[in-house]
């Protein structure tokens, strides 16, 4: 297993735009997370799965945002309309079953979106 | 809620010098405590992590931090530091047990640059 895959790693968009970007765990993982990063601060959380379920969301997961992991597998993030603040990077991360105190808590190389 | 403050933004220091990297919390439960690298346009890499027990804590590549419950602080050092060490540093919590998925909040982290 290769660790958690990213794609795009990185995606230049116009204003008003839709992305998706895609994120594959480790396979055995079975919670899945993904968090904002914007420049000089550090990952703020956005949303996690637990399988196919989506748990909790961030209140800075607007209506714009939408994010899928329908098998359970890999996961989506979608922005529609984007705006220019949403340049930043998104990092997705998975963790093993026992989830126990960060244990198996393993992250992607990030996708950053540009905004322009 | 939980919070992490991170108490400098850079720090500058000559090779081979020692260096500690501060970090508070605040949490009104029991945390787990982690430190993550991230080297440019990469994701983030655990250096260490606090779960219990031994409040000094050995992680990789040198670096070693304490848990202070009092000072609610979570300080990472390495005795020599080298070029290869300039990233930046995060410093996270959890919540312990993770009843709030497993979520980490991260602190504004802190630019080490080595010079020769």
């Known amino acids: 297993d290769t660790g958690v895959s990213q794609d795009p790693r990185h995606k230049i968009t116009k204003r008003g735009q839709n992305v998706t970007f895609r994120c594959d765990p480790i396979s055995e993982h079975n919670r899945l997370y993904w968090y904002r990063q914007t420049l000089g601060q550090g990952p703020e959380f956005l949303t996690y799965?637990?399988?196919?379920?989506?748990?909790?969301k961030s209140r800075l997961l607007s209506d714009r945002f939408s994010a899928e992991r329908p098998k359970g597998s890999f996961s989506t993030l979608e922005i529609q309309r984007t705006e220019q603040g949403d340049s930043a990077m998104y990092l997705c991360?998975?963790?093993?079953?026992?989830?126990?105190?960060?244990?198996?808590?393993?992250f992607g190389s990030g996708t950053r979106l540009t905004v322009v | 809620a939980q919070s992490v403050t991170q108490l400098d933004s850079q720090v500058p220091v000559f090779e081979e010098a020692p260096v500690e990297l501060r970090c508070n919390y605040s949490?009104?439960?029991?945390?787990?405590l982690f430190w993550y690298v991230q080297y440019p346009n990469q994701g983030l890499q655990l250096l260490l992590k606090?779960?219990?027990?031994?409040?000094l804590v050995k992680g990789i590549n040198g670096f070693e931090a304490e848990f202070n419950k009092s000072q609610t602080s979570f300080h990472l050092r390495k005795p020599s530091v080298h070029i290869s060490d300039t990233a930046e540093y995060f410093c996270?919590?959890?919540?312990?047990?993770?009843?709030?998925?497993?979520?980490?909040?991260f602190g504004q982290g802190t630019e080490l640059s080595v010079k020769p």
């Open positions: 991360a998975s963790s093993s079953p026992t989830g126990l105190g960060g244990y198996g808590y393993t």
């Open positions: 996270a919590v959890q919540e312990s047990p993770d009843n709030q998925g497993g979520k980490l909040i």
């Open positions: 799965f637990q399988n196919e379920a989506q748990l909790e």
């Open positions: 949490s009104s439960v029991s945390v787990y």
């Open positions: 606090y779960l219990s027990g031994s409040t």
